[in-house]
């Protein structure tokens, strides 16, 4: 069955870097595109980066371009989110969730990492 | 920019029918946003119900279904069970690979 675990969570201060990484199992990593959302404190859902099967292409939703850096190792099934000058807004759950590709969708998603920037 | 909108809550009695709705702030969803609807408990990863508009997930019971609602999306509960009290969130693909996320809609049943 499709699994996919997320890790690397913690607390960072204001300005800090942090990674996290979602191990996939259970399906073809490398043939799938993978997304990251996230989830404030008592917010909705945020999408926040999505990289191609490949990893040809990223792309970034607006509030963490040029900050986050979303990439994969299809040799190790493993997606990860690189995070720099992080901020108390970046404050969040974390999920990564696989992409369904011609049906535009997000189908498997893991059970979440937290990350809480503060001094 | 441009803000997906969803009713912020919803109350259904137990048996009942409602329709949740996703929309645009400027302009129309269509079926090329490929909408999806997602369900969340508290504590909880979301779920997917609902992809490309109207077809439903593995495993989702067929209360659940959706549509097009003239210039939105929607997503109708039908027989809601107090197990459907959850939030949902409609998800719209955007082009040039970004996607966005509704408010959510915060369902109670009761």
């Known amino acids: 069955q499709v699994q996919l675990v997320e890790s690397g969570g913690g607390v960072v201060q204001p300005g800090g870097s942090l990674r996290l990484s979602c191990a996939a199992s259970?399906?073809?990593?490398?043939?799938?595109?993978m997304h990251w959302v996230r989830q404030a404190p008592g917010k909705g859902l945020e999408w926040v980066a999505y990289?191609?099967?490949?990893?040809?292409?990223?792309y970034y939703a607006d509030s963490v371009k040029g900050r986050f850096t979303i990439s994969r190792d299809n040799s190790k099934n493993t997606l990860y989110v690189q995070m720099n000058s992080l901020r108390a807004e970046d404050t969040a759950v974390y999920y990564c969730?696989?992409?369904?590709?011609?049906?535009?969708?997000?189908?498997?998603w893991g059970q979440g990492a937290l990350v809480t920037v503060s001094s | 920019q441009t803000v997906v909108t969803q009713e912020p809550s919803f109350s259904v009695s137990p048996g009942g029918t409602v329709t949740l709705t996703c929309g645009l702030s400027?302009?129309?969803?269509?079926?090329?946003?490929?909408p999806s609807w997602y369900q969340q408990t508290p504590g909880q990863p979301p779920r997917t119900l609902i992809y490309?508009?109207?077809n439903r997930s593995s495993g989702v019971p067929d209360r659940f279904s959706g549509s097009m609602l003239g210039n939105k999306a929607g997503l109708t509960i039908t027989g809601a069970q107090a197990d459907d009290e959850s939030d949902y969130y409609c998800?719209?693909?955007?082009?040039?690979?970004?996607?966005?996320f509704g408010g959510g809609t915060k369902l109670t049943v009761l």
């Open positions: 969730a696989r992409h369904r590709g011609s049906k535009l969708y997000l189908d498997y």
């Open positions: 259970g399906f073809t990593f490398s043939s799938y595109g």
């Open positions: 400027s302009g129309s969803v269509s079926t090329s946003s490929y």
């Open positions: 990289i191609q099967f490949d990893g040809t292409n990223q």
């Open positions: 490309n508009t109207n």
């Open positions: 998800g719209l693909y955007m082009g040039s690979g970004i996607w966005v």
